[in-house]
Antibody, heavy 116, light 108 residues
């Protein structure tokens, strides 16, 4: 079955960087875009950016341009989200999600990132 | 406005019908998708495109759209439908995603 399995919880200090992994299985990796979406406690969903695993093309929300890098390793079927210069406002659950363009049909389990 | 706007909360009596709306300029060009999220869980797609349901989603969930507003209707709400609901779509450029702020549905 289709699965997106994310790396484990992270605890960081302000100013640190973090890299979260999302391993895909159960489908043709290059056929679907992978988005990253975050959710602070008690808040809504916030789109950060996406990658086309086939081409490596990326798009980022203007809010995260310059502080977020999305990459992929096609041989490992894994997509990565790297964030730099973390602040307390980046404390959230980070989800990877599979989509045909904008329709997300599968989500990872989420990776909690705590910055304190 | 370049975002998607949803009402923060709505309540519905058990077995009755509730409509959740999502408003934004980009919805004049792109369909909205709808996600249900329960506490401590990732979202789940419930309606996508013009009015499509993924396998396993009950028929009581339906979608519609008019102008800059998309709607999710739950016909005959059940206790298990109590959750947060989010719309999403592309932005007007087509290159980025947008999410609405979410609507908390309470089933009375």
């Amino acid at each position: 079955q289709v699965q997106l399995v994310q790396s484990g919880a992270e605890v960081k200090t302000p100013g640190d960087s973090v890299k979260v992994a999302c391993k895909a299985s159960g489908y043709t990796f290059k056929d679907y875009v992978i988005h990253w979406v975050r959710q602070a406690r008690g808040q809504g969903l916030e789109w950060m950016g996406r990658i086309n695993p086939a081409s490596g093309d990326t798009k980022y929300s203007p809010k995260f341009q310059g502080t977020v890098t999305i990459s992929r390793d096609t041989s490992a079927r894994t997509v990565y989200l790297e964030m730099s210069r973390l602040g307390s406002e980046d404390t959230a659950i980070y989800y990877c999600a599979r989509a045909l363009v904008a329709t997300i049909d599968q989500w990872g389990q989420g990776t909690p990132v705590t910055v304190s | 406005s370049f975002g998607l706007t949803q009402d923060p909360a709505v309540s519905v009596a058990l077995g009755q019908t509730v409509r959740i709306t999502c408003q934004g300029d980009s919805l004049r060009s792109y369909y909205a998708n709808w996600y249900q999220q329960k506490p401590g869980q990732p979202p789940v797609l419930v309606v996508y495109g013009q009015n499509n349901r993924p396998s396993g989603i009950p028929h009581r969930f339906s979608g519609s759209s008019s102008g800059d507003t998309a709607s999710l209707t739950i016909t005959g709400a059940q206790a298990e439908d109590e959750a947060d609901y989010y719309c999403n779509s592309r932005d007007t450029s087509g290159h980025h995603l947008l999410f609405g702020g979410g609507t908390k549905v309470t089933v009375l």
